[in-house]
């Protein structure tokens, strides 16, 4: 059985909490994202490959190949 690979993530502001669904590369991690709601440049947290590992709900496409979800 194969997993299937979520293409999208809701994404969260931590400085303003506005959330947005975004599709995720799904060949490589997303160093930067910018908040459409309040333009604040957000970057991976400590340890996190990509943005979407740090803010979003479902973790970035490599890391889900990985099975480190």
């Known amino acids: 059985m194969t997993n299937q690979i979520i293409p999208d993530s809701t ?7 506005f959330q947005k669904k975004e599709p995720m590369p799904t060949d490589a991690c997303q ?7 309040c333009q604040a440049a957000l ?8 943005v979407y590992c740090s803010y979003g709900y479902t973790p970035c496409p490599p890391i889900q190949q990985k099975g480190m979800c």
């Open 11 to 17: 994404i969260t502001c931590p400085e303003c909490g």
């Open 43 to 50: 970057k991976p947290k400590a340890g996190d490959c990509c």
């Open 31 to 37: 160093w930067f994202y910018e908040c459409t709601s």
